[in-house]
């Protein structure tokens, strides 16, 4: 069984803090890994994804991936509240041409004025 | 650029009554395409996937089904709801084994 662990949260954080949200895999042969947000009541948004190991960053977001202890991170600067949401990590393992997706539970992360 | 839709937005159906959700995708060709169901609280689970017209895979047996009678189009349906099959279903589509987009949902509730 492919898993996906996550941290259910909720994660709060002060306004204008660095938020961390992390990930873990089961399967170490997982070739392509994603994050997405997802606000209340509306559906998952991809927010970053990265294949290789090390660092990728997009504006306010990191993705960080270390495939050696199966474990991919996503850092937030400058929280604002209008990131408070849902943060969903997904795995591709490969193998397959259709690209399942494995799913995360999803962190909940606050951010408070 | 591509976009993903779904109707209806918001369903509120009996429990023994038939379902039956869209989802179109456009600017794209050949997309695979996909069938989550999210429950209150929990994470994501795959239903279906096609990629393909008539091409369709079931992940999780139940009564549901899943067609796609067009490239672009990918239809949900079930004969008799159940309690259970409530939750918001989300359509998603992905160029092949990489990022898949996601449609704005249908929130389904069976009373």
Redesign the interface.
């Known amino acids: 069984q492919k898993e996906v662990e996550q941290n259910s949260g909720p994660l709060s954080v002060p306004e204008g803090a660095i938020a961390s949200l992390n990930c873990t895999y089961s399967d170490r042969g997982s070739q392509s890994f994603f994050w997405y947000r997802q606000y209340s009541g509306k559906s998952p948004e991809l927010i970053m994804s990265i294949y290789s190991n090390g660092d990728k960053e997009d504006g306010r977001f990191t993705a960080q991936l270390n495939k050696a202890s199966q474990y991919v991170s996503l850092l937030i600067r400058d929280s604002q509240p209008s990131d408070s949401a849902t943060y969903l990590c997904a795995v591709y393992a490969g193998g397959t041409s259709y690209g399942k997706l494995t799913f995360g539970q999803g962190t909940i992360l606050t951010v408070h004025p | 650029s591509q976009t993903i839709h779904q109707w209806p937005a918001t369903l509120v159906q009996p429990v023994g009554s038939p379902l039956s959700l869209e989802c179109t995708v456009e600017g794209t060709s050949n997309p695979?395409l996909y069938w989550y169901r999210q429950a209150a609280g929990?994470?994501?689970q795959?239903l279906f996937?096609?990629?393909g017209i008539g091409q369709i895979?079931s992940?999780v047996p139940q009564n549901l089904s899943a067609s796609r009678p067009q490239d672009r189009q990918f239809i949900l349906s079930s004969k008799k709801l159940l309690l259970s099959d409530s939750g918001?279903y989300?359509c998603a589509w992905?160029s092949?084994?990489?990022?898949?987009?996601?449609?704005?949902?249908t929130?389904l509730t069976v009373t």
């Open positions: 695979n929990r994470g994501l795959l996937y096609s990629v895979s992940e918001f989300l992905s092949g084994p990489y990022e898949q987009y996601f449609g704005p949902g929130r």
